[in-house]
Nanobody, 125 residues
Framework: QVQLVESGGGSVHDGGSLRLSCVAS????????LAWFRQAHGKEREGVAA???????YAADSVKGRFRISKDNANNTLYLQMNNLKPEDTAIYYCAAVRMTWVPRPLSIDTYNTWGQGTQVTVSS
């Protein structure tokens, strides 16, 4: 089973940028569908962006045009580039993985069976 470790969170001002990383160990990320989720205080965990086995990407409407998901199979790392951050982006961000070549609902929490421990992102106004 793959293990995931996120990093790159922090505190920024409104309009700032951060890049989150998720390093995998145990298996090659190239064999997985991957995603980023976030959970704000008192709210349910929600899908932010996903990348399929063949590289197709998906993004929640709330982050389209601001966030970009990518992966580096050679370095076994998943990324989330976040630009023009807003206070409502404040949350704990998690990476997730499932060893499948295709998933019907790439931004659904039920799709994934492996999770990282999360990294905090705080955006102040």
């Amino acid at each position: 089973q793959v293990q995931l470790v996120e990093s790159g969170g922090g505190s920024v001002h409104d309009g700032g940028s951060l890049r989150l990383s998720c390093v995998a160990s145990g298996y090659s990320l190239g064999d997985y569908c991957l995603a980023w989720f976030r959970q704000a205080h008192g709210k349910e965990r929600e899908g932010v962006a996903a990348i399929g086995y063949y590289g197709s990407t998906y993004a929640a409407d709330s982050v389209k045009g601001r966030f970009r998901i990518s992966k580096d199979n050679a370095n076994n790392t998943l990324y989330l580039q976040m630009n023009n951050l807003k206070p409502e982006d404040t949350a704990i961000y998690y990476c997730a993985a499932v060893r499948m070549t295709w998933v019907p609902r790439p931004l659904s929490i039920d799709t994934y069976n492996t999770w990282g421990q999360g990294t905090q992102v705080t955006v102040s106004s």
